[in-house]
């Protein structure tokens, strides 16, 4: 079993920043692959960005590389998402999740947090 919880989201200004936090329980952190999802009203959950268990390896999609990096602390069971250049499409809810791999499908995720609400104001 494996609890998550998000913080670090607000309101911001376009071309603004934010980083999100994700904090996981279990001793077994380190062996999860983590990503980031997010959900805004009316659409689907999108994949944001994933990382493995050692943070060697990452994957964006399309639409944030380049503003947002992934990375993670084992020592602290923490995942972060650092987002820069802030759109107003980027408002939404935000979710870490769980998974054995990196995968964009959010299926492949067995754990998911409650969500941080990131809103970009134009």
């Known amino acids: 079993q494996v609890q998550l919880v998000e913080s670090g989201g607000g309101l911001v200004q376009a071309g603004g920043s934010l980083r999100l936090s994700c904090a996981a329980s279990g001793r077994t952190f380190s062996t999860y692959a983590m990503g980031w999802f997010r959900q805004a009203p009316g659409k689907e959950r999108e994949f944001v960005a994933a990382?493995?268990?050692?943070?060697?390896?990452?994957n964006y999609a399309d639409s944030v590389k380049g503003r947002f990096t992934i990375s993670r602390d084992n020592g602290k069971n923490k995942v972060y998402l650092q987002m820069n250049s802030l759109k107003p499409e980027d408002t939404a809810v935000y979710y870490c999740?769980?998974?054995?791999?990196?995968?964009?499908?959010?299926?492949?995720?067995?754990?998911w947090g409650q969500g941080t609400q990131v809103t970009v104001s134009s």
């Open positions: 990382i493995n268990w050692s943070g060697r390896s990452t």
């Open positions: 999740a769980v998974s054995t791999e990196i995968y964009r499908d959010y299926d492949r995720y067995g754990y």
